[in-house]
């Protein structure tokens, strides 16, 4: 049997786990380990900017896969965004973002041919998670513009430095290799 409840108050979110804590010895509990798209904005927002290019660009550029060539001539060294992707996951569970078991979005693709030479070959994502992630980049974008076509910078008015000494006037412009 699968149950799936949406919009349940915050008593019935109560009783129901209290229940299920009762029976937890005959059930079995899954949680919704899904990409969604909020999920995946979450995830893109709570990368640095590297990051973040890094997985626009196994998203959108390579529909879902990027030769680890490709990056590495357009980022540069792999190991600080490919540090962030993989430490997102974990954060992500413990900020109560995502249920344990979610599956990193972006996975690495080694060379068959040469298994004791474990340089990355390729990052690749799920056919079923691009059209999601797409869809969080663009809202993600929509955002920003937004934002700016009110004058508002990333952080506020008032944080146009922000940490690192990041000058967010001027962040597209920094972000370029």
Do not use: C
């Amino acid at each position: 049997m699968k149950i799936t409840i949406e919009g349940a108050s915050p008593e019935f979110e109560r009783k129901l786990l209290d229940l299920v804590a009762e029976h937890r010895h005959e059930l079995a509990v899954t949680a919704d380990t899904e990409w969604s798209v909020e999920r995946a904005e979450r995830y893109l927002r709570s990368l640095p900017a590297g990051a973040r290019r890094f997985a626009e660009m196994v998203v959108v550029d390579g529909e879902g896969y990027a030769d680890a060539d490709t990056l590495r001539s357009i980022v540069g060294k792999l190991n600080g965004p490919t540090v962030a992707l993989s430490r997102a996951i974990p954060r992500g569970v413990r900020e109560g973002w995502w249920p344990e078991g979610t599956a990193a979005p972006i996975t690495v693709v080694y060379d068959e041919k040469n298994p004791s030479w474990q340089k990355a070959k390729a990052y690749e994502m799920a056919s079923e998670n691009v059209p999601v992630f797409r869809a969080a980049i663009a809202r993600l974008a929509a955002a920003k513009g937004a934002a700016q076509s009110l004058g508002l910078t990333p952080g506020g008015a008032s944080k146009t430095i922000g940490p690192r000494g990041i000058n967010w006037d001027n962040y597209e412009e920094d972000q370029q290799p």
